[in-house]
């Protein structure tokens, strides 16, 4: 461990909309305490679960000043500085400053197409324009870029990167990272994103998680990862199997795919816990409805999450 | 053929920067007028080829409030309105209409994942919001969906779409575009984004073409587009062999792959051809050099874009 | 246009299965005498369309016995021998060879993953074992490595190969292969596998197609071959588009999708037609049923391919 | 645990061969004593690193007769019955039955595009026509389809399938695997494909692992298997760490990618170990040379499989 402030238990926020669609700030205050006081590490808002692709620049920098206003100092305040190319990304880095977040996190140029040394430069690039801590977002499944562990070590050891948000889902990859991290010296603080398999990711070395799941459930989250810190293998397992479980939340969705289906669900799950006011979603993503949310309610009552017998809101 | 302003040969400007890489406007200037006076149809910025992705949103108003001012209304202006999900692109689209724009160029959502619901739902909630003629963009390879041809006549149909760029690279997807189209009464311009098989679509009965390398010999897109009008079919053949053995300048590029290579080979060739001032790129792209220009030169040269015996500009 | 034997329509035999799913000979002879009778240049089996993943080495073997039979020198006879690595391959060459083919037809290597050197190889080392013309099957789709045209020129003027079939849908390769091949002195014969872009591939100089749906409209491809001799694009481009109209066919499956909804569709229709006896499949794939059939069938109807009155069979 | 005699580690057996490209089968018997010896619970013939791709058919049952008879009875004996589609996987299940050997290993079909469907009824018609247990061998990277848990479990339930080699690399998946399995009444051994995260897979609930890196290292695998079981997860992440460690040999190849490079790789190694007596490799691949072999002897040497000063093998 470094005595880095990165570490632990690191929600991606998911954002509370009203019934119009705008931040539902009263929600939001909720769900942030609520993540608090269960004793997570940090809070990464404007993330891909933060709905950072589907918000306006005005959209996003209202959501980071109410985050940062909410958080008020009592977690390290993450923030997704997520644009197509360079020059764009800059300039969310220079406002996301401005409006007193702790560390940005950036992910490989997309859209255009490039290579290696595009992507590389990006973050170099990156860095001459903040003095902030900055975490690449390792993220193929949207960036369509998988990052190289020996990359990422070489730009931890020139201070251009201070952390990596891994959610590539290639855990073989992962093990390269740790292992070439450690021998540089650990300048990397190495965050997974994974939700289901994040004990085999704790027992390869990662400094902490950041699963979006632990918006709902941010209590066995935070045991798990202080399970791992004594040592105790067998309850960070057992918690995983009860999270990967409530994660079956995301798999009984019909009526859409992707982000619909799996911030959907979060959304409805959060909504139907009593966390968020609705389940709504922004354009063009629809909100889900009738037999999904049945399917979700039912998953989130047999994980303990909802009483058996409290009705499903509508 | 409808009598729709949008058709024929349409290229899609790329954009000359300085040495300190800003805007080279006289440069800009210039090249707009070289391809107005060979002929072309209208003018497409703001795409790929034209660094949307990677400009500010001031640097996309600059580029856009220049390029209406010095084309003056001699023939139409589509822009591009590229971004993430429907939000952005939306605000966008506002903007882009306060400059003066006679069209707009829009994407499927890209980044968040989604299904084809969202897509639809996507354009028709741009429509929302803009009564100007609104093209679908058409390109995985940067966007990661492929647009299906039968939606795209649906919203023809329903007066959300005007028209469909393709650069797809299906040409049996734009055949089945085609058909579908004609069937239902030709509600959608469809044009090209191919630079080598244009003999092929307009066989195929594309309305017209965007071809990035009319840029270098916008001549030639303009004589094989009224050869095509005329039926003279083994000219139009002819005429695309020229054109695609021009293109092999972007096969030659040896320092990187992609937009650098792509793009890079057409700002390199209209620097040696005395078009642009500089053959620079915007972060994290680094300008061609070396071999890599002195292989490009080569190709013109070969294709008759340059004189045999000129000397490379350093 | 050179002296080469291969060229013009050349069709991947499509099989015909008795209700046991065994070879249905009677109907095999008549598909194939209908082909021949109509004007092809060639024919090609064991081809993907052939069922040759489908087949036992001693099912395939029995094909192309009753195939080189049936055909009788009336026109070249092309054998796919595709398998999975070099040893294979070269294992089904030799064999192909005894049953008296005039040329053997083969991928790059699958299912284990290599490089641009290994496909190299794999095609020098079959020419190590056969003195037939060989063609190369460019096909991503199932293969899942794209065949690079200056590698297949370079193959070309070492003898290795004397042809290609490019089912890649990549028409941009295509035309660099067209284009480096005449510059290296046309050492290939280029046929293309589009079914509905197949005038757009004449135009840009392909010496033959191999189109699957010629087993259900031979005529109408080997005219539109004849008109592309011609130079009679407007012909060409309109037998076209009636064939492209045609493949709709395998567009209304809902049953399937891949293998079972086109070639499935393409038994249907023969079935149908008359030309088969039924629409039976290969393990693990199931004929086409119910409402798929009778959507083939008013497809093929629309097409003229059957009377509009006549009944649909059982 | 279940009474199934498919757990703890079954490493897929690589191929030795000679000079000249044959089986070497003194080093074959060398290296199945050293992994038995070593306490190994089974062995995987013809998997993919038993290069089943590479061999003809002859040249398989050569191998497996061979094998059959060196195992005798000591450890089971899987047999990988890999081919394009139903009916050549059933060929070659019916042919390795008669060879003894005591389970069999077919992946999904390849080569020709199918869907879901498909994949069910082939698992399906090869059970009818053999009663050995089969395992469902989900390798997305060569066979391009991934196999559905649910699927996966729906298969096991109905006997159809005993078990799963999970080379997938998606852990997520494999952890769904794992739950349903357990909600099924565990019809099914899991056993992974992964090298490096195998520490992670056994805390999940995986049954036993298929690491081809065992045929270099097979004694810290086992020691890894049975810490796992005694719950000792330091040592097993420890050892992990080893073997993570020394499977860099993979990563440092610069002449090839792919099997030639992983394959490769542990025959280069497995040779200056002196357990192989070349590093052969099967047409197309080329076997390691120069700089590659004193990069991997560098990787084996850290790793302490051979000693620091041993001089590398010509």
Known sequence: ???????????????????????????????????????????????????????????????????????????????????????????????????????LVATAPFYALGGPKETERHFRAIREHTDLPLFAYDLPVCVHTKLDPTMLVRLGKDGVLQGVKDSSGDDVSFRWLVLENEDAGHPLQLLTGHEVCVDGAYLAGADGSVPGLANLDPYSYVEQWKAAQAGDWNRVKELQDHLARLMFLTRVVKATVGFGAGVGAFKTALWQMGVFNTNQMREPVQALEGEDVAAIVEVIKKAGLMDADAPIRK
């Open 1 to 103: 461990m470094t005595d880095s402030p990165f570490h632990g238990v690191i929600p991606p926020v998911v954002i509370p909309l009203t019934e119009k669609k705008q931040l539902d700030l009263e929600a939001f205050e909720r769900s942030i305490n609520r993540m608090i006081d269960a004793g997570v590490d940090g809070l990464f808002f404007l993330g891909s679960s933060g709905e950072v692709a589907f918000l306006t620049d005005a959209q996003r920098y209202h959501v980071l000043q109410e985050a940062v206003a909410i958080v008020n100092h009592r977690v390290p305040v993450l923030a997704g500085i997520i644009d197509m190319e360079t020059l764009r990304v800059v300039d969310q880095a220079k406002r996301a400053k401005g409006y007193g977040v702790d560390a």
